[in-house]
């Protein structure tokens, strides 16, 4: 009780302790306690194992409360009263807000099925983890990635993963990505209903060529414009680099829509180029958008995203759009965890890899293949995917009666029991990504409802 009243305080008084009314807004407050709460009990999750009973009951506790604020935002709808006459009469009843009721439950699900996911790994003995401070000799030939320093190095046998440890994984890592896909489409519809703020717009230069630079905006105005050519051009060599790429194109984009929509006006926002080159300009700045969300999903939130998280009045959008980002990152982290043992247990079979950069978790043969995400798409196709299982559960998963029990007999579950014919029998997991190539007419419908992962928090 004395821990929920001093998290409500800091709530009450917009995180200004002096009481003097210079705090922040509710909505901004709220999204920061819940940003907070997710750094202070992921952070310490630097590996492939389940939460400690402690942490998982604090973060359970403490999200509960915060999230509580969500049930007492409600709109009014009509309702069907009788009278003791019988008589029907239509009232207004208040209920919560459509968007909450239905994306708080849909979020609290991946929540909980991401900590699940963890869960599965409680027991497995194919891989272990080396301390980063640890000695050279016990890290032996295992390659530090320069980009995660701070966390343990992975282990894997001088012969790999065992076959059937390796699909599990794999299976373990689809299934992630879908929670991670469903995240991002809740996090993204969020966001695009989300005002943009006054004092973003006021920031904007008064035309796209101001905000792209001479270079790029010559570029993206190109009657030759091609937007796998122009992002090949440009130098994204650092984060920095991408970002500063993401916020002026993002910035042409609201200018020009906007001079589009005061086409008929006087304002400060006209200009002498046309309105279909005008569109032109934007859907081709729209589709590098786009192609950069899938290039580089781990780079930081854009000006406009923070700002309308700064700016947001809506506590029940800042809610949302915090959960969702959080649970965004942390399905990320852990398939980057899953993705750093499968790519050790690669070095075992090929150690030339070694001197090779390291396989994004999104390539290049996926970036035409990514749809449109919607969220209630997403959330039925987890309806639709078996439940989590840890790797015995999968080593016996769909298998023949037949098939199993000449595999007891055996008395071993090693790789060498699972004939070819055996993995045949074993349910294929399910497909997470689409093989259909999207035009730039789809690419560009994508970016209404598309967000990168990243680790934001």
């Not at 414009?225 to 991408?242: A, N």
Request: aromatic share 6%; net charge negative; proline share 4%.
């Amino acid at each position: 009780m004395e821990l929920m009243k001093e998290k409500f305080s800091k709530l009450l008084l917009g995180e200004d302790m002096s009481g003097g009314g210079k705090g922040v807004s509710s909505a901004l407050a709220l999204s920061n306690a819940i940003t907070n709460l997710a750094a202070s009990v992921f952070s310490e999750q630097r590996r492939l194992e389940p939460m400690p009973a402690e942490r998982k009951a604090r973060w359970r506790k403490e999200i509960d409360w915060l999230l509580s604020v969500t049930d007492h935002i409600v709109e009014f709808v009509p309702s069907q009263q009788t009278s003791k006459d019988g008589s029907n009469m239509e009232i207004m009843i208040t209920k919560q807000r459509k968007d909450l009721l239905m994306n708080i439950p849909a979020l609290g699900k991946l929540d909980a099925m991401l900590i699940g996911y963890l869960d599965n790994f409680k027991g497995q003995n194919e891989f272990w983890y080396v301390s980063k401070d640890a000695d050279e000799s016990e890290k032996s030939n295992a390659k530090r990635n320069e980009d995660k320093w701070w966390l343990p190095i992975v282990k894997v046998p001088s012969n790999g993963l065992s076959e059937v440890s390796r699909k599990w994984l794999q299976f373990q890592k689809e299934s992630i990505n879908q929670v991670l896909k469903a995240a991002m489409a809740i996090n993204a519809q969020v966001l695009m209903e989300m005002e943009i703020p006054e004092a973003y717009i006021e920031s904007l230069p008064k035309n796209g060529r101001a905000s792209l630079g001479d270079s790029i905006y010559r570029s993206i105005t190109d009657d030759g414009f091609d937007p796998e050519e122009f992002l090949e051009s440009m130098d994204l060599s650092t984060e920095h680099k991408v970002l500063d790429l993401k916020n002026r194109i993002e910035a042409s984009i609201i200018i020009w829509i906007r001079k589009m929509h005061n086409k008929d006006t006087k304002s400060s926002w006209g200009s002498a180029v046309s309105m279909e080159k005008r569109e032109q300009f934007e859907e081709r700045a729209e589709i590098i958008l786009h192609l950069l969300k899938l290039r580089f999903p781990g780079i930081p939130q854009s000006a406009l995203d923070t700002s309308k998280i700064q700016y947001s009045k809506d506590v029940g959008q800042s809610i949302l759009e915090s959960y969702s980002r959080i649970l965004e990152s942390l399905a990320f982290t852990v398939m980057s965890q899953i993705e750093d043992v499968l790519y050790a247990d690669s070095l075992t079979q090929d150690p030339s890899l070694k001197d090779s950069s390291r396989r994004q978790l999104l390539t290049d043969s996926d970036l035409g293949a990514v749809k449109k995400l919607n969220p209630e798409e997403e959330m039925e196709k987890l309806k639709e995917a078996p439940s989590s299982m840890t790797l015995s559960d999968f080593m016996g998963w769909h298998f023949d009666p037949e098939s199993e029990t000449e595999m007891k007999n055996s008395g071993s579950l090693e790789e060498d029991t699972f004939s070819s014919q055996d993995m045949k029998k074993m349910k294929k997991p399910p497909d997470v990504v689409t093989t259909k190539k999207l035009s730039y007419i789809e690419k560009l419908e994508n970016l209404r409802c598309l967000r990168s992962p990243t680790a934001r928090h």
